[in-house]
C-alpha cells in the first residue's frame, strides 16, 4: 500500500531564501508525481506533474525533480516570497491512477 | 473555462438527513474524481471516473455514499443518512486524460451536526 509522507510539516523562512520541501514514497512503482498549493480555505492549485519516465519539471522559480528508486521528490523554491505562504501537498499517482496524498508542508515565508 | 464548479460552497445539516454534493468538471475533461479533506486523515480519494463510468470507488467509506456522473458536465455526491463524522471538506477534481494534471475546484464544506 502507498504512503507518502512529507517532510518538514511546516516551515517558517526569510523572504529570499531558497528552499528545498520533502516528498517521499514507499511504492516506486508510480505512473507520476504532482506538487499541489493549497491557500487556507480554498482548492489546491496545480503547481508541477511529473510523469515516471522524467527526472525533474521547471516552472518559473519552482523546482520539482523525482527519483523513483529511492522512492524521493523535492520541490525547489528559488527566491521565496511572502505570496509563496500556503500548504504544499506531493501526491503519489499510481498505474491505476489512483492519487496518495501527503500531509503537506505549511509554509510560511516572513517579509 | 470556468474551472471546476462545485455547489454548495458551504452545507450545514443535521445528523440522519440527505446531502447532496455537486459538481461540473472542465469541459473536455475525461476523468472526474471526488475526494475527502479532514485534519485527522488529510485527502483521501473516494471514486473517480473515466468518461462517465465509475472506475474505482474502494475509496466509498460506507453504503452511506454514493456518486453519479449521467453525462460529461455533471457528477454528483450523495450521503444517505448524514452522520457527524462526515464533516469535511469535499473536493471534486477532473483531469483532461490518464496521467496528466488535475485540477480541483474550490471545494464543499460540509458540517453534520
Known amino acids: 500500500k502507498q504512503e507518502v509522507t512529507q517532510i518538514p510539516a511546516a516551515l517558517s523562512v526569510p523572504e529570499g531564501e531558497n528552499l528545498v520541501l520533502n516528498c517521499s514514497f514507499t511504492?516506486?512503482?508510480?505512473?507520476?508525481l504532482q506538487w499541489f498549493r493549497q491557500d487556507p480555505g480554498k482548492g489546491l492549485t496545480s503547481l508541477l506533474l511529473?510523469?515516471?519516465?522524467?527526472r525533474e519539471q521547471t516552472s518559473g522559480r519552482l523546482n520539482a525533480s523525482l527519483d523513483k528508486s529511492s522512492g524521493r521528490s523535492t520541490l525547489y523554491i528559488a527566491a521565496s516570497q511572502p505570496g509563496d505562504s500556503a500548504t504544499y501537498l506531493c501526491?503519489?499517482?499510481?498505474?491505476?491512477?489512483?492519487?496518495?496524498f501527503g500531509t503537506g508542508t505549511r509554509l510560511k515565508v516572513l517579509a | 473555462d470556468a474551472g471546476v464548479i462545485q455547489s454548495p460552497r458551504h452545507e450545514v445539516t443535521e445528523m440522519g438527513q440527505e446531502v447532496t454534493l455537486r459538481c461540473k468538471p472542465i469541459?473536455?475533461?475525461?476523468?472526474l474524481f471526488w475526494y475527502r479533506q479532514t485534519m485527522m486523515r488529510g485527502l483521501e480519494l473516494l471514486i473517480y471516473?473515466?468518461?462517465?463510468?465509475?472506475?474505482?470507488d474502494s475509496g466509498m467509506p460506507e453504503d452511506r455514499f454514493s456518486a453519479k456522473m449521467p453525462n460529461a458536465s455533471f457528477s454528483t455526491l450523495k450521503i444517505q443518512p448524514s452522520e457527524p463524522r462526515d464533516s469535511a471538506v469535499y473536493f471534486c477534481?477532473?483531469?483532461?486524460?490518464?496521467?496528466?494534471?488535475?485540477?480541483f475546484g474550490p471545494g464543499t464544506r460540509l458540517t453534520v451536526l
Open positions: 511504492d516506486s512503482a508510480i505512473y507520476n
Open positions: 471516473f473515466n468518461n462517465n463510468v465509475p472506475i474505482d
Open positions: 511529473i510523469q515516471s519516465s522524467q
Open positions: 501526491a503519489a499517482g499510481s498505474r491505476t491512477y489512483k492519487y496518495i
Open positions: 477534481a477532473s483531469s483532461r486524460d490518464r496521467g496528466h494534471e488535475q485540477f
Open positions: 469541459s473536455g475533461h475525461d476523468y
